[in-house]
C-alpha cells in the first residue's frame, strides 16, 4: 500500500519518501544490528583505506551506516620520530583539500610537511626543460608528507568516529562475493573469523585480493626498474621550495625538499644499477647522486640545433621557451640506514566495481612514479565515492546500487586514464637516448613550457 502511494507521487516527493522508509527500515535492521554485519567492509589500512574509512565516517548522509577497517598489520603506537621517514609522497592540492575537509591536514600541519612552490624538469640528453609554479607567491604546487605521519593523522581524525571500528591483524583470506539472488558479501580472516557487509571496498594494494575475487580483467606490467629512495643531507642550508626532476637514460632521479638542510630521494633506475647503489659505502652513494643530477650528457648536435630553431620560432610567436634555470642542490652526505629501493609497475583494472565490491586507490591502478601521481589519484577516487555513496544512500538507494556505484566507476575511469597514459607516455619517451625521441620530447617540453594553456592543462589534471 504505501509502495503504492510512493508509485504515484512526484519525482520530487518519491526520493524522500523512499529515504525516510529506507531509514525506518534500517534503523530498526541497525539496532537489532549482527555484530558480525556491517554496511561497509574496507579492506587494507593503508594511506587509502584509512583515508576512507575516515571520509565515509563524517559523512552526514551515512551517519546511520558502520564501517569496519581490516588492517593486515599490526597496530603502530606512533609519535613522530626524529628523523624523516625515506617513504614521503607528494601529494596534489585536490589531496590536500580532502585532508582538511576530513579534520587530518591539521595534524600533519603541527608536525611537518614541507610546501613545494616551484617544479622544475629538464632533460640530461638536450636543453630541454620546464618549470611548474613559477612564482614564488603562487600557490604551492603540491606538499610532500612522510606516508605514516599522513595514516598517523588520518587515524588520530578516525578516532573521533564512533562508527568506524578498526581491526589490526586482520588479514582477510577469502571473500564470497555476491552472486544473482545474493545481496551481501561474506569474508574470512586468517583467524577464521566471518563477517558479512553490504558494501565491500578494496583499499589491499597493488596484489589486491578484492580484485583477484572480482575476475576482473588486469592490465598490468613490470617497468624493470626500482625506485631507489633515501633521506638527503643537502650541503648548504637553503630555501628549500623547489622539487627537481632530471631524466636521465635509465630513468628520471628527483630531490623533494623536506627541510632546509634535507630532500628525499626517487631515483628510478634499472635493477642491476639500484641493486649496486644500495650495496656501495654511503659516501660512494653520495658521489652517484651528485653526478646523476649533475653530470653532463652528450648531446647531440641535431637536437641542439633543432631546439635552438624551434625557440626563435616560438619567440616569434611571443611565446619563449627559456626557462629561468635554477641548479639543484649539492648532496653532502645521507641520513645513516635510510637507503630502500621498490618495484616499479603499471596497472590498471578494467572494472573498479562489481555486484556488492568496489576498488579504490593502487588495487584499481598502479602508475610510476615520475609524476607523483599515484597515491593522489587514489585521494581522487575517495572523494569521488564519498559523495556517490552519500547521493545514493539520500535517494533512498543501497549502499550497493549498482548504477550509483557505475557512477563512481565512469568519473574515475575518465580522469585516471588519461593521466595514467600521460604517465606512460612519458616513461617511454624518456627511458631512450634514440635521438629521433630525444628530439620529440625535446620540442615538446619546449612547445608545452610556452604555451601557458597546456601547461595550465596539465597542472589542473595534476591537481586534482
Ligand atoms: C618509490 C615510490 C615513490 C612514490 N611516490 C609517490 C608520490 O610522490 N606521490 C604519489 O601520489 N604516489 C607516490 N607513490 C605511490 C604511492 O606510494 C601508492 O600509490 C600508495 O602507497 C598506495 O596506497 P594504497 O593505500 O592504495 O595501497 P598500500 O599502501 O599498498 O596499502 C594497502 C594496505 O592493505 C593491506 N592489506 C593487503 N592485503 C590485505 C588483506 N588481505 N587483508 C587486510 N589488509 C590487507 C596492507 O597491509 C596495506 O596496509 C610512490 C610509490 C613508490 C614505489
Redesign the pocket.
Known amino acids: 500500500m504505501f509502495l503504492l502511494i510512493v508509485r504515484n507521487k512526484s519525482s520530487i516527493v518519491k526520493p524522500l519518501l523512499r529515504r525516510t522508509l529506507t531509514n525506518f527500515v534500517e534503523r530498526g535492521l541497525s539496532s537489532n544490528r549482527n555484530e558480525n554485519h556491517y554496511d561497509i567492509i574496507i ?7 584509512t583515508t576512507l574509512a575516515c571520509t565515509l565516517g563524517k559523512n552526514a548522509k551515512l551517519a546511520n551506516k558502520h564501517i569496519l577497517l ?4 599490526k597496530q603502530k603506537v606512533w609519535s613522530l620520530p626524529e628523523k624523516y621517514s625515506n617513504r614521503v ?3 596534489n592540492p585536490g589531496t590536500y583539500k580532502l585532508l582538511n575537509y576530513i579534520g587530518a591536514w591539521k595534524h600533519i600541519e603541527a608536525s611537518r610537511y614541507a610546501a613545494v612552490k616551484r617544479l622544475q624538469v629538464w632533460d640530461a640528453v638536450s636543453d630541454a626543460s620546464i618549470t611548474f609554479g613559477e612564482e614564488e607567491n603562487t600557490d604551492n604546487v603540491s606538499y610532500i608528507v612522510e ?1 605514516d605521519l599522513l595514516i598517523a593523522a588520518v587515524n588520530e581524525e578516525v578516532k573521533t568516529v564512533d562508527k568506524v571500528k578498526i581491526q589490526y591483524n ?3 583470506k577469502d571473500y564470497h562475493l555476491p552472486e544473482y539472488h545474493e545481496n551481501v558479501t561474506q569474508i574470512t580472516l586468517d583467524n577464521g573469523d566471518t563477517y558479512t557487509c553490504e558494501l565491500l571496498l578494496g ?4 596484489n589486491s ?1 578484492v580484485r583477484k575475487a572480482m575476475k576482473v580483467n588486469y592490465l598490468n606490467w613490470n617497468y624493470h626498474q626500482l ?1 631507489v ?1 633515501a633521506t638527503l643531507k643537502l650541503s648548504e642550508s637553503i630555501k628549500n621550495i623547489i622539487a627537481w626532476q632530471r631524466f636521465l637514460p635509465t630513468g628520471p632521479i628527483a630531490f623533494l625538499p623536506l627541510t632546509d638542510n634535507l630532500s628525499s630521494l ?1 631515483w628510478s633506475t634499472t635493477p642491476e644499477n639500484a641493486k649496486e647503489l644500495l650495496k656501495i659505502p654511503e659516501d660512494q652513494f653520495v658521489d652517484a647522486v651528485n653526478s646523476a643530477m649533475w653530470k653532463n650528457y652528450e648531446k647531440s648536435n641535431i637536437i641542439d640545433q633543432a631546439t635552438r630553431t624551434f625557440d626563435s620560432v616560438l619567440r616569434l610567436m611571443n611565446c619563449p621557451s627559456d626557462t629561468v634555470r635554477q641548479f639543484p642542490p649539492k648532496i653532502a652526505g645521507i641520513e645513516e640506514g635510510s637507503r630502500a629501493a ?1 618495484p ?1 609497475g603499471f596497472g590498471h583494472s578494467l572494472n573498479y566495481i562489481g555486484k556488492g565490491v568496489a576498488l579504490v ?3 584499481a591502478h598502479r602508475i610510476h ?1 615520475l609524476a ?5 589519484l ?1 585521494f581522487g577516487d575517495i572523494t569521488c565515492l564519498n559523495e556517490v555513496l552519500g547521493n545514493a544512500v539520500y535517494s533512498g538507494s543501497r549502499l550497493n546500487n549498482l548504477s550509483y556505484l557505475k557512477e563512481y566507476e565512469t568519473e574515475r575511469q575518465r580522469h585516471n586514464i588519461p593521466t595514467m597514459l600521460a604517465v606512460e607516455g612519458l616513461h617511454r619517451l624518456y627511458n631512450s637516448d634514440f635521438t629521433p625521441l630525444v628530439l620529440l620530447r625535446s620540442l615538446g617540453l619546449q612547445a608545452t613550457h610556452a604555451l601557458s594553456p597546456v601547461k595550465r592543462a596539465i597542472i589542473n589534471q595534476a591537481s586534482t
Do not use: H, K, Y
Open positions: 579492506t587494507g589500512g593503508g594511506m587509502i583505506g581490516l588492517e593486515a598489520g609522497v607528494s601529494i606516508n586482520a588479514r582477510v583499499c589491499d594494494g597493488v585480493e625506485g629512495v626517487v621498490f616499479l586507490g593502487d588495487a612514479p607523483g601521481q599515484g597515491v593522489n587514489g
